[in-house]
């Protein structure tokens, strides 16, 4: 009853802000929403979970969105120029002393002391390039701003990912040894009953020491690599640094997501980069023919509508208009700039043929790149295999030494070399998962399969 009056409160308080200070009403829902940890933290999160966090947290990609936003505002703004141009002007001025000339010999002042002046006028372009570029390229820089967001979404889900499962490689890590730690422990009771019996002597007790204390500072050393690893998943994401970060995994289907067509080819046009490079060519392009656009004249129509008022007394000023308006054709062609006009064409087609080189450079090197992924995801993907069926025979081996130990059939020497081999094996067995899920994002990146 007490949480349920609490949160009836902060609603009612919420209201009251919102009518007194409507701009202020959503940073105070917010505030509340991060006191309670609601929106802004998550919970034993799923891989996919912290992918879909970072991508709406993650400053870079708030940074890419943003920029969107403003290509599309200096898409509007530029097509703006096409609509007619509307201008007013005011003027008001006092003569001190009238200006005077001589007209046949006779001086004669030319105007009055008091003139204001209203202006209205209007320009309509006709044929401007650098309109006629916006108009031409708009889809083009949308596109390209969307898919330089999508890049840099890419780049982090693969960051994340890979920093996910360095981090659950450690965790498990710090399991192993706990389980280890328990194991020690019943050992080290049962080398220091045989001593106590003397059945044993005390090299047993003190080997048995040893490689607990061994486990104990492995573990401890992995939980504070563990914190460096998770701040910086947190930094990846976006994550609040003061909250605290769990994550839940699936070890049954991180090994069934193992799997991958290694038959697949990659192909260049399923990249982003190439996508990319794409657009930039077909702006590139555009800019070829805005430079030789500048051999063209600049037309627009012009008008104008003045209201002129003209008296020597200032109270009487507005009694009298004098109004005149007119409308001209405006035709402007440079003839001769020194060449600007040749150099700067001749610089635009290089960019051109530069893209386009950029283009078969990221063409060859997609082959290689996948190659490169796919041979270290069959690489590891070997090692799993073996590191998987070396946890099985190193279990075996341990529980019958234990057993022949007990039976005062083996040494504690081999109990303590058989669990060693059983702790290293599963530990390189999660490092080798890990391993493998990490290189099959590195292959599925290489073959543009990666779309956020």
Not at 47 to 61: M, R, W
Not at 199 to 210: E, Q, V
Not at 314 to 336: E, I
């Amino acid at each position: 009853m007490d949480f349920k009056l609490k949160a009836k409160r902060i609603r009612l308080l919420a209201i009251f802000v919102s009518m007194l200070f409507p701009g202020q009403a959503l940073v105070f829902a917010q505030s509340q929403s991060n006191a309670s940890g609601g929106q802004n933290t998550i919970n034993n999160a799923t891989l996919e979970e912290v992918i879909q966090y970072a991508l709406k947290n993650q400053p870079l990609i708030q940074q890419s969105l943003i920029d969107e936003k403003i290509t599309e505002n200096n898409i509007k703004s530029k097509l703006a120029d096409w609509y007619p141009q509307i201008n007013f002007a005011y003027n008001l001025q006092h003569a001190f002393i009238v200006q005077t000339s001589i007209i046949a010999g006779n001086p004669v002042k030319l105007g009055v002391a008091n003139t204001s002046a209203a202006q209205f006028t209007l320009n309509q372009a006709i044929f401007n390039r650098d309109v006629l570029l916006a108009k031409r390229t708009k889809t083009d820089v949308r596109t390209q701003a969307s898919q330089t967001t999508t890049a840099n979404k890419i780049d982090l889900a693969v960051n994340v990912s890979k920093a996910f499962y360095d981090v659950l490689a450690t965790t498990q890590q710090i399991q192993v040894s706990t389980e280890d730690i328990q194991r020690l422990e019943r050992s080290l009771k049962d080398a220091e009953n045989q001593y106590k019996s003397g059945i044993a002597d005390k090299i047993d007790y003190k080997r048995a020491t040893i490689s607990l204390n061994n486990t104990r500072a492995a573990k401890t050393s992995n939980e504070e690599i563990l914190k460096g690893k998770v701040e910086y998943l947190k930094a990846l994401m976006g994550y609040p640094t003061e909250q605290s970060l769990k994550i839940s995994y699936d070890s049954l289907q991180m090994e069934r997501d193992i799997l991958l067509d290694t038959v697949q080819n990659p192909q260049a046009t399923a990249r982003i980069e190439y996508q990319l490079l794409n657009t930039q060519k077909r702006l590139m392009e555009a800019n070829l023919q805005y430079n030789k656009w500048s051999f063209l004249p600049t037309v627009s129509l012009n008008g104008a509508y003045n209201l002129n008022y003209l008296n020597n007394n200032l109270t009487d000023l507005y009694s009298n208009n004098f109004p005149n308006s007119f409308a001209n054709l405006t035709l402007s062609l440079p003839l001769f700039q020194g060449g600007k006009r040749k150099y700067n064409i001749n610089t635009a087609e290089w960019q051109v043929k530069r893209t386009d080189l950029d283009i078969k450079n990221l063409q060859m090197s997609v082959n290689s790149e996948y190659a490169t992924a796919l041979g270290y995801y069959k690489g590891s993907l070997t090692n799993l295999l073996a590191q998987k069926e070396n946890v099985d025979l190193a279990r075996e081996v341990y529980d019958v030494i234990q057993l022949q130990y007990k039976s005062g059939i083996k040494t504690y020497l081999e109990v303590i070399t058989s669990e060693t081999d059983l702790r290293l094996a599963r530990i390189n067995y999660y490092n080798a998962l890990y391993q493998v899920l990490a290189n099959k994002i590195d292959v599925q990146r290489a073959l543009g399969q990666l779309n956020y």
